[in-house]
């Protein structure tokens, strides 16, 4: 059998319920928490503006710029050793169609987010997606299409002669690459939604009988195409015995989770008594990997630098630490507080700490206060799975971000559909109408 009918006849033939309990548990927990990243997030500015991309999308485009939606937010889940953010991709894939399709049955649509999910991490890994995001490939984008495409095939109940087809066709869409954006509105979410939107043209494609290249990745297709070294075999090792899920990692609060360990270090100081006004200087060192992302200028008028650059994060967590949580930031991203404090923080490349990644992203903080400095250094960070985020904590998470939208108890009701929707096929139906009924119809 090929590369791509491996694939296929993992994503026709996957079972959710055949996964251990925590894997089961683990997926629960991923589909919820995305879920509720779009939800909240459908009420940002900037989600304002993905919608207004195409005001009358239907179809496609619309569960495109859902997707968008929630990777926008910067709270969703992500795969360190791929550099992936594969739930954005997936889960509103499957609730989108399972919605417009009448499929109501939790294993099926829990079977599809699975296939999607590992298909996307799986060939993230493949590209080394840590080492080549930095020179100007998405890996997330780079799987988005072929994930987009394994969900439909699912969802829709595809054979494996058109889901290889699907796959095939989607893998030949895609692209991934990009530049460095910059200002208020960035246009890494237009190529975001196209990528998604030509995934699930190609299985809509595959379904009404086209055909497409089963043997694509059977030679150097892919290097060759994209210009990527690639393990090809990194892409059916194991297929089907073991789940991605345990090695997805949360996020506790909004932020890009290059920049989580060095606030997460400083947090812990904060709530030791370190008073952020005594602060003379941090230096943060981090794998150097990341250590310029980091550092990169906030800029007022761009929501997503406030998520990137540690500074920023870390006087966030010092004067307004609710706004960890604001996944729009437009608010509070003048503060002179916050920016002042941000000023203070200098990041540097650790060569030691390089050796960690990607498997771990780690980071250490120098704190100078009062003529004192301060160290504090973290390995594994809040939600890697070696620290996971359970139910309780993500409880937590979900109120403190949809409690100023929604208010408490409306947020109650979301956080218990969210818990649920495995269950059966009315708790499963409550996720997908309530994360539906904010997103393009």
Not at 267 to 288: F, N, T
Not at 371 to 380: E, F, N, Q, S
Request: aromatic letters at 6%.
């Amino acid at each position: 059998m090929s590369v791509v009918g491996d694939l296929a006849a993992f994503v026709c033939e996957a079972s959710a319920a055949t996964l251990p309990r925590r894997d089961r548990v683990l997926l629960r927990r991923h589909v919820g928490d995305a879920a509720l990243a779009g939800i909240a997030g459908a009420r940002t500015s900037e989600a304002k503006h993905l919608r207004a991309l195409d005001p009358n999308a239907k179809g496609f485009e619309a569960v495109a710029i859902a997707a968008s939606i929630i990777r926008h937010t910067e709270v969703d889940d992500i795969h360190l050793e791929s550099c992936t953010t594969p739930s954005s991709v997936t889960v509103p894939v499957a609730l989108m169609l399972a919605r417009a399709a009448g499929v109501t049955d939790p294993d099926r649509i829990a079977s599809a987010i699975w296939a999607g999910t590992d298909l996307i991490v799986r060939l993230g890994v493949a590209i080394n997606g840590p080492a080549v995001l930095y020179r100007g490939v998405w890996p997330t984008a780079i799987g988005a299409p072929l994930g987009a495409a394994a969900v439909a095939a699912r969802i829709w109940g595809m054979d494996r002669a058109r889901t290889e087809a699907a796959l095939s066709m989607a893998l030949m869409m895609t692209s991934g690459r990009t530049g460095r954006f910059a200002g208020a509105l960035s246009g890494r979410w237009v190529l975001f939604i196209g990528a998604i939107a030509e995934g699930l043209r190609a299985a809509h494609a595959a379904r009404l009988g086209f055909c497409g290249d089963a043997s694509l990745l059977d030679g150097a297709w892919l290097e060759n195409a994209q210009g990527i070294k690639t393990d090809i075999s990194r892409l059916t090792e194991n297929l089907g015995a073991t789940s991605v899920f345990p090695l997805l990692g949360m996020k506790p609060f909004c932020t890009a989770r290059q920049a989580l360990g060095a606030t997460e270090a400083f947090i812990s100081l904060l709530d030791e008594g370190l008073d952020p006004r005594g602060v003379d200087a941090v230096k943060v060192r981090v794998p150097r990997a990341y250590a310029g992302m980091i550092s990169g200028a906030v800029d007022p008028a761009s929501r997503s630098t406030g998520f990137v650059n540690a500074g920023f994060q870390m006087g966030l967590a010092a004067f307004q630490r609710e706004r960890l949580w604001d996944l729009d930031r437009m608010s509070v991203m003048n503060d002179r507080e916050v920016l002042g404090f941000a000023s203070k923080v200098k990041v540097e490349p650790d060569d030691a700490m390089q050796k960690l990644f990607p498997k771990h992203w780690p980071a250490a903080i120098e704190v100078s206060a009062g003529g004192k400095v301060i160290h504090r250094a973290l390995d594994v960070i809040t939600g890697d799975p070696d620290k996971p985020l359970d139910d309780a904590a993500l409880a937590v998470k979900a109120h403190r971000i949809l409690d100023p939208l929604v208010g408490a108890g409306e947020a109650a009701k979301l956080v218990a559909i969210a818990r649920g929707w495995d269950k059966d096929a009315a708790a499963c139906v409550k996720l997908c109408e309530a994360f539906g009924a904010v997103m393009p119809p």
